[in-house]
Structures are given as C-alpha cells and as structure tokens.
C-alpha cells in the first residue's frame, strides 16, 4: 500500500506525537507514506468566500504535486484533510474557479487525486479485521469516547467520509484496538474551533460540554485526530474541571494505535498535555512505569 | 432599494441567497455557540433578508461563529449560513479592519495553541 503524504504545519510543530506514532504504525502495518517533496500549509482553514479564489492557491499547489506522485494523497489532521479535499472538490467542479487558480499556480490540475484520511486507509485498505489482528497489546477494556467534531464530516455531500449524523469509523478502530467505545452525544459537535482565540474562556463551553458527555458516561480517554480539538478539549479542563483525577486526558487516534501495536514509548510523543495521558495508560499496563508523560 | 443592494453584496461573497431561508430556527437549535451569541443564526440571516446589514455586522455573533457547518448540515432549506457569517465578518475586515490583534494574543495560547489554531484563527479575524 503506497501512498504521498501530507504531513501539515502542526504535526511538525505542537503535535509532533501524532506524526511520530502514525509513522511508526504505518511502517509495521506496511503502509508507505511517501512525504511530498514541497508541501506547504494548507491554509488551516476552508475559505467560505466564493469571490475569493486566493486561499485556495496553497492547497492547490500541494494537490497538483501530489498527483505527480499518485493518485491517492494521505493526510492525518483533520484540518488539512477538510482543507486539501474541499479545495480538490473545486478543482473538480468548478470550471471558472479552477481555471484561476491553475493560472496562478502555472499548473492543470483538474481535482484528479483522492484525499484520504488515514482512518480510511485503516478501514478501506489495511481493513480493521487485519488491523486487529496486528495488535500486540489489546487495550482490553479501555473506556474510549471517540470524539469527531466538524472538520473529518462536514459537509457530507464533499467530504463522504462517514455518516454525518451518525458516524462509527472511530468506534470500530477503536473496536479493533479492543476499546470499550463509549458513545456519547457530543461527539459530533463543535469544540469552538479558532474561537479559542477569543479572550477570556469564553470559548472554552462548547468544549467542556464535550469533555462533560464522555467523562459522565465513564470515558477514560478521548479520541481525536484533530490538534484544535485535542488543544481545545484538554484547556478547557484547566483548573477546577480536571482537578482530583476527574480530568479525561485527550490523545490521537495513532498514538492510542502505537500503543495498541506494541510500539516503543518514544514514538508516542504526549507533550504539554493539561490531563496528562500517562497514569491512565500506566494502570492499564499500555505503557511502562518509567514513562514521564 | 439600499437594502437589497447590500444583500447583493452579501450575496457576491458567500454565494448565498438568503431569501429560501424559512426561518424554522433548526440553525439556532443546534449551533455549539449559541449560549455566547448576542443574536442567534436564524436571527442574523433574518437581519439580512430584511437588508439591515448594519446590525448583523455590529454583532458578536459574526465572530463567535466557528464555522462548524453543523447548521447548514441540518437546514431544511439548504441554506449555507457559515457562509453568510463569513460574508459578514470579510465586509468589516476588507475595509482594512480586524477582529483580533495578534500582539494582544495571551502568552499561554502563542505558546500552547496548535499552529493550525493560529493560523485558522487569524485568517478569520483579520
Ligand atoms: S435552519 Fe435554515 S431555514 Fe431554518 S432558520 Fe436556519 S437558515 Fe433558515
Ligand atoms: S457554523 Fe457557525 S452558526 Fe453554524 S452551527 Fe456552527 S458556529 Fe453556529
């Protein structure tokens, strides 16, 4: 299985650990991720201007490089996947816009590439019978909440990644790791987003409401595949919401896979973490006592 | 006449003609930020219908929106009401204008925030 990588600006900054263990999982699953070799940031963000073409011209470039290399561009933040798959599905459809953007970036790329998320690969290629079959470490029992927010489902009719409403790729990985998937109602919902930005905590209540739906229903851990959410759900546990251990620590969906594979502790990279991941893993025996996280 | 120049304006940004919009609120109903807005979507999308753009642009709505995409998911009407937040927020900062200052941004969140959350936010508000 091969495949060109995106890696994006924030897996090689703040979430280095989501890079590391999905590389390390890669490598023993026998996926190839070929890393594109001039991939530059992808905007962080889907412009809804459709009088403005410019934010388009990043993800454009990337998407025109990476269909040199193949026809099948993998991604691992939910964020550049939204971005890179919406701006594909222009250079697809739209005639007017694609012409400008193609004469900007001196390129014809037509929207001619599949984005996928690395989850689907997982599910699609890999398969998520052989993927429990490759797990040395069952997490036997782990209460997990998985925890999708916007960017891997909407809007549907694009993105075509699962059910909008109703999602369970996460829930079946999960599975497979041999989690206890916990369900909870949130786990659609917006954590606020950029508007993290705004001062205050103000924006930190859509997050706890999340936080909240799967600490009340007995999640353990909560898991992402996004660094704005896992940013967002683990701050607004700052202070009086993750004190005397009620916190919920919130890991990507990889480095719970690395764990589940067997892999060594440096791959994992948890750093900064307000909820620390370490204890909780530590007592079910997935990872050592030396660990520090 | 001025009114339904400025929903053209409008309207020339976000691509959407916010005249099908029926106003049975399922927007409001389920928008994660709702608890924090002055005026709930629905209520901004009216504001537009109506022309009067100058209230829907001095609301913090505009900026609180997240572009989530969870109301238009469920709009019966098919109404891209993100879009017309956007459209809102890029008529104030085409006009030179932003939202958010990044030398005022908190030390914890420079230092802590994801780059996508930086680079995300900035796009949004300035
Ligand atoms: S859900 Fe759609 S039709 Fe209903 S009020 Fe909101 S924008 Fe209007
Ligand atoms: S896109 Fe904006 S208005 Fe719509 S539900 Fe999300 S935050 Fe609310």
Redesign the pocket.
Request: with cysteine; hydrophobic share 40%; aromatic share 0%.
């Given at each position: 299985m091969g495949y060109s990588y995106f890696p994006g600006c924030t897996l090689r900054a703040k979430a280095r650990g989501f890079e590391s263990s999905a590389l390390a999982s890669a490598r023993v699953l026998g996926i190839h991720l070929e890393e594109l070799a001039n991939w530059q940031c992808c905007g962080a963000t889907f412009p809804l201007q459709v009088d403005n073409s410019f934010p388009l011209v990043s993800p454009a470039r990337t998407l025109a490089s990476a269909r040199r290399m193949g026809e099948r561009l993998v991604t691992l933040c939910s964020a550049c996947y939204n971005v890179l798959k919406r701006t594909n599905h222009v250079m697809r459809t739209d005639a007017d816009r694609r012409d400008k953007v193609n004469a900007f970036i001196e390129e014809d790329y037509r929207g001619d590439l599949e984005v996928v998320h690395f989850l689907e690969v997982l599910r699609d290629d890999l398969g998520f019978d052989a993927l429990a079959r490759s797990v040395k470490v069952p997490l036997s029992g782990l209460a997990a909440a998985p925890y999708y927010g916007?960017l891997l489902l909407r809007p549907a009719d694009e993105l075509a990644f699962d059910d909008p409403e109703a999602p369970h790729i996460l829930e079946d990985f999960l599975s497979a790791l041999g989690c206890r998937v916990v369900d909870h109602p949130y786990k659609i919902e917006?954590c606020g987003s950029y508007v993290a930005l705004e001062p205050g905590e103000l924006a930190s209540g859509p997050s706890r409401m999340v936080v909240e739906s799967a600490r009340a229903r007995g999640a353990r851990v909560i898991v992402t595949s996004c660094p704005l959410c896992q940013y967002n759900l683990d701050v607004s546990q700052q202070g009086a919401h993750g004190r005397n251990g009620a916190g919920v620590p919130v890991i990507y969906f990889t480095q719970l896979l690395a764990i589940a594979l067997g892999l060594p502790e440096d791959v994992l990279g948890f750093e900064g973490h307000v909820i620390s991941p370490g204890p909780l893993l530590r007592s079910i025996g997935a990872m050592g006592s030396e660990a520090t996280a | 006449m001025v009114s339904s120049e400025n929903r053209r304006k409008l309207l020339d940004i976000s691509g959407e003609d916010v005249t099908s919009c029926y106003q049975c609120g399922k927007?409001?109903a389920?928008?994660?930020?709702?608890a924090m807005?002055d005026l709930l979507?629905h209520q901004v999308i009216r504001l537009v219908q109506l022309g009067q753009v100058e209230e829907a642009l001095a609301s913090r709505?505009i900026w609180?929106?997240?572009?989530?995409?969870?109301?238009?998911a469920r709009c019966p009407r098919g109404v891209s009401?993100?879009n017309v937040?956007e459209s809102l927020r890029v008529t104030l900062l085409r006009l030179g204008g932003r939202h958010l200052d990044p030398v005022r941004l908190p030390a914890d969140v420079l230092e802590n925030a994801p780059e996508q959350a930086l680079v995300a936010g900035l796009r949004k508000y300035t």
């Open positions: 916007c917006c | 927007c409001s389920g928008c994660a930020m709702a807005m979507p709505t609180l929106c997240a572009s989530c995409l969870a109301c238009s009401l993100p937040m």
